[in-house]
């Protein structure tokens, strides 16, 4: 048996024109010279469930677990506005764009997770606050200059990007920083794209 494992997640892509106007707004950031890791444009995602370290047995199973989860499901719009910050604003962690509130991402959320611990794997039991990760700060190096930044951008809005599938992602860490790629998607409804 391969017991060999795979860091993994179950996410949403975003739509390319979402992408590409939070691309844009991470140039401006890069101008103010912070000490942060940006997010590459490819890699904007929305996390439903970080799974951590699981063997190939499981990414199977999850294949179909998955596709019950959102077997009910229609497709649906999120709205991408505003930005923040995880952690104390004098030494945030992580930056975000958030994610309007929203029943059926929380819904969707639910119903993945309900399905995902059937196989006894750990979920972080926090409330979950749909976001998009796009920087993660390295140190607290223009620190000041970041937080003017963040809240010159707190109410932008950045897009709709709709909601019709789920993916099941590798992450692979590289010192350039995590290359992920679609294991399994899940199309809303009966429909499926095995990859």
């Known amino acids: 048996m391969n017991t060999a494992t795979i860091r993994a997640f179950i996410a949403v892509e975003i739509d390319e024109i979402v992408r590409q106007k939070l ?43 998955l596709r019950k989860a959102v077997s009910t499901f229609q497709p649906f719009k999120i709205e991408i506005k505003g930005m923040g910050t995880f952690g104390h604003p004098k030494y945030p962690r992580v930056i975000w764009a958030g994610v309007e509130p929203n029943d059926s991402i929380q819904s969707l959320y639910r119903a993945v997770k309900t399905e995902v611990t059937t196989l006894k794997l750990s979920v972080d039991e926090k409330e979950y606050i749909p976001h998009l990760t796009i920087g993660r700060v390295r140190s607290g190096h223009g620190i000041p200059k970041l937080m003017d930044m963040i809240k ?15 993916v ?16 399994h998607k899940v199309s809303f409804g009966s429909g499926e794209n095995a990859l």
Request: proline share 3%.
């Open 152 to 166: 010159l951008y707190k109410t932008q809005f950045f897009g709709l990007s709709t909601v019709d599938s789920i």
């Open 23 to 65: 691309s844009e707004i991470v140039l401006e950031f890069e101008k103010t010279k912070c000490d942060v890791k940006w997010v590459k444009t490819e890699n904007f995602h929305l996390t439903l469930i970080f799974l951590g370290d699981i063997i190939q047995e499981t990414v199977d199973s999850l294949k179909d677990i």
């Open 168 to 183: 099941l992602m590798k992450s692979v860490l590289q010192p350039s920083g995590p290359v992920y790629s679609v294991l």
